[in-house]
């Protein structure tokens, strides 16, 4: 509807206007480059000149600018800047270079670029990447490119327009400027001199952005993440002997977790003391068959507080604890209305432990979360999963319960599985577990068994691992298996003990 309605305002303003709908990122940087790579490929010796919505152009704009071409690829208008409509400064540009940018803008918004669509797109055009600053981030590739010539109008013709009462990035409030800030403090730091870095952070400061957030700006020094395996599909003889290995050492897996072997050899697996998961919230955009939060078979907004994950990062550095890594998900991360605070308060914890890996982990799918994917500040490594439908595809039958199954009917479950020492502990509102999904199957079950403190580092957690693991699908694969391994089986799954579960769940919760 909004985007019929803004085609038939656009045509009905532009009679003679092309209308084009955005291709790439769901923002003003992603509007922008459809349009100069429009205009490349239909006139690639093009001016291009660029407006926002709540801008304006005196009637002159063009005229004044289109005397200056000559010789140059790009030409700079001045600026009037208002606030709620009234004139506050007028920046007229003239001799401007990148340390300027690093220091503030001298002058170049998106409503006064006007240079040529092949300088533009040589630049690298707009990056979609980067939250606020796209210009700024822009005109530095653009200035660094010594063939580039500009010239300067020395007159404002462009009313750049602010509003003191709306949430707007270029305004100080909330956290888009100051992670918008640090985004391109990360991508522009190596080029930075001393005296660029101290003006960025000087600036920075005017929008309450805390100097101490530019020491953890990158990622250099972060403990590594999981390697990446690709979903290689082995064919033919070597594709079934690959299956058959897996099936053997299963085999021996099974065996390994009888409660005779357990009790002579000890548990297999051994409950993470340096990496955490998590889940901060049950609430997800996509309902994949097999969920293993049960975010499709018993769906809920259920969510932890910015005070639980505040409290978890006082009791960790009051305890001393250096976590490798910590990885956000849940649901879906981007879904809890407040993920941004949640990851400044981890980002706190970072800065006692500048070294420690935060992840947060998406599934990638749809506008939303794309645009909510923009706002994640730079010490965050991002995960994207990039699901592209509810289908599961790779899942193991998370609600095929091994008790249900005779083969492991007779396990000793307190052996957990591998996910407790490659993924770590989990935290989700229901408290603390030996992982994520065990507090995703409390949920479900009502047996609130989280411990509701950081576990003392002589705390195994089996008791939840018995309780847990004996509805958990994953305990049948014991170890991380290859995604085409995985995916053999129908993720849909339900078996007798989860159906019983999702029924009582659903009786308790209307
Ligand atoms: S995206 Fe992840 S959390 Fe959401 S339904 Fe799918 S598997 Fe569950
Ligand atoms: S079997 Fe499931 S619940 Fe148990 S440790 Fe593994 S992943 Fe967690």
Known sequence: MTKMRNKENFTFAFPEGIYLENQGSPNAS????TGLDWVQSNDPDAWVAIIDDDDEWFENHIEICSKRMHGNDAVLSGIQILVDGKVLEETIASNISCSDFYAGNPGWQGSNTFATVRSL???????????CTNDRDLAVRWLSMTENRIGYTGEATVKYRLESNRECLTMNSGLGKQTGLLQFFNKHRADMSEIDVSNFIQRAKMFDVDEKWFT??????????????????????????RKMAIDAKKSYWRWRVRPLPTKIMGAQFTRSREFIEIDITYDCNLHCLGCNRSCTQAPTKQQMEVEDVERFVKDSLSKGIEWKKIR????????????????YVLGEYKLEYPRTRIELVSNGYGKNVARALLRIPPFIHVENT??????????????D????????????????CSNIEDCGIGLGPGGYYPCTLAGGIDRIMGKNLGRQELPESDDEMRD???????????????KYLPAWYRGQGDPSVQSQAWENAYSQWRENNG
């Open 401 to 416: 319960a091994p008790i249900d199954n005779k083969k492991y009917r007779k396990s000793d479950f307190s052996n957990g």
């Open 121 to 131: 797109i040589e630049a690298g055009g707009f990056d979609e990447n980067l939250l």
């Open 328 to 343: 956000v998900l849940g649901g879906e991360p981007t879904e809890h209305p407040d993920f941004e605070k949640i990851l």
């Open 216 to 241: 953890i700006s990158g990622q250099n020094h972060d403990y590594p993440g999981f390697p990446r395996a690709p979903m290689n599909i082995p064919k033919g003889i070597v594709g079934a002997f």
């Open 30 to 33: 992603g509007t922008w480059n």
């Open 464 to 478: 939840l691992m018995a309780e847990f693991c004996k509805m958990c699908g994953r305990f049948q694969d014991r």
């Open 386 to 399: 990039a699901k592209t439908s509810s289908q599961g595809v790779g899942f193991y039958a998370f609600n």
